[in-house]
């Protein structure tokens, strides 16, 4: 008797889940005109309906957002893999292969370094480190995206250096993270996590590598003063000054800068400082129409 009356609740709901997904399928020929997002069902709705059977509303969901991506052509077509994803790890919020891949692939290139489908990458990856928090691939592709996208370096710094302490984190990350530091502008963060690195290395040859990078944070601490310097005399002047020296005669640096690698500071065509013993700027790129260069100087 009790499996009489349990069967066609069964089939009640398995033809309302049915239902369901395929109201959520997308057609298989794209309408012309404007690109439409898919059209899902509220999670609430697949949760009453879909009882007991989440995870396999949640694969189904899962294909979805697969082929979704096989769809994809344009910015708009990826940006329908995010519905998806976000749908299946409401879903399912422990899939977490479903943040990796999304996240990856979500954003999209649309020509001279315009990226499309940024927030979404980032608010679903945000999402899957809330859920695993020592997950390593899912830290560094946040980190990524702060950083190349967003630009908020400091928190990409920060992502990194839990990261660095993850098992199987790469090598580079903590030194990576201590450029992004000096990117946001912290370099006495960057100076820190330096420091610690280098009282904590087991061998002599990391200690070296993580004490240069404390010198190349102190030179890059120094120069930004010196730059701060330059923006206060075009300030009062309307043009940068000739010279570092400049700075000195006129009141604009309280002290001659130091360069722990023992050499001279100079002012470059762009208007920026440097360091004749260290030309290339602890910086990680700068962004134009041509994409990711690493900052250089242009001296007179």
């Known amino acids: 008797m009790k499996s009489r009356t349990s069967l066609p609740a069964l089939l009640v709901g398995a033809f309302c889940l049915t239902a369901l997904v395929l109201l959520a399928a997308p057609p298989r020929q794209q309408p012309r005109?404007?690109?439409?997002?898919?059209?899902?069902?509220?999670?609430?709705?697949?949760r009453l309906v879909g009882r007991g059977y989440l995870e396999l509303v949640a694969d189904y969901f899962w294909l979805q957002t697969i082929q979704s991506t096989g769809r994809a052509f344009v910015a708009e077509e990826y940006g329908d893999i995010y519905p998806y994803a976000d749908l299946t790890t409401d879903l399912d919020p422990k899939f977490g292969l479903v943040y990796v891949f999304a996240g990856g692939v979500l954003p999209t290139n649309t020509g001279?370094?315009?990226?499309?489908?940024?927030?979404?990458?980032?608010?679903?990856?945000?999402?899957?480190?809330?859920?695993?928090?020592?997950?390593?691939?899912?830290?560094?592709?946040?980190?990524?995206?702060?950083?190349?996208?967003?630009?908020?370096?400091?928190?990409?710094?920060?992502?990194?250096?839990?990261?660095?302490?993850?098992?199987?984190?790469?090598s580079y990350l903590p030194a990576l993270a201590t450029r992004l530091y000096a990117q946001s502008g912290s370099v006495d963060a960057g100076l820190a996590l330096a420091r610690t690195l280098a009282n904590s290395a087991e061998?002599?040859?990391?200690?070296?590598?993580?004490?240069?990078?404390?010198?190349?944070?102190e030179l890059?601490?120094?120069?930004?003063?010196?730059?701060?310097?330059?923006?206060?005399?075009?300030?009062?002047?309307?043009v940068a000054p000739p010279d570092v020296n400049t700075l000195l005669w006129l009141g604009f640096l309280d002290r001659p800068p130091y360069d722990p690698k023992d050499g001279g500071f100079f002012i470059g065509s762009d208007e920026r400082a440097y360091s004749h013993t260290q030309q290339r700027r602890l910086e990680i790129f700068t962004s134009d129409n041509r994409g990711y260069q690493w900052a250089m100087p242009m001296e007179r």
């Open 33 to 46: 005109g404007p690109h439409q997002e898919p059209l899902l069902p509220r999670q609430e709705l697949l």
């Open 112 to 170: 001279r370094e315009i990226w499309a489908n940024t927030d979404e990458s980032t608010r679903l990856l945000r999402k899957g480190l809330k859920m695993f928090p020592d997950d390593l691939k899912i830290h560094m592709l946040l980190a990524y995206n702060l950083s190349a996208f967003h630009k908020q370096y400091q928190e990409a710094a920060q992502i990194l250096e839990r990261a660095s302490k993850l098992p199987g984190a790469p």
């Open 203 to 217: 061998d002599e040859e990391t200690r070296e590598i993580f004490q240069q990078r404390v010198r190349d944070l």
């Open 220 to 238: 890059e601490g120094e120069l930004r003063r010196v730059e701060a310097s330059i923006g206060r005399f075009r300030q009062e002047f309307g």
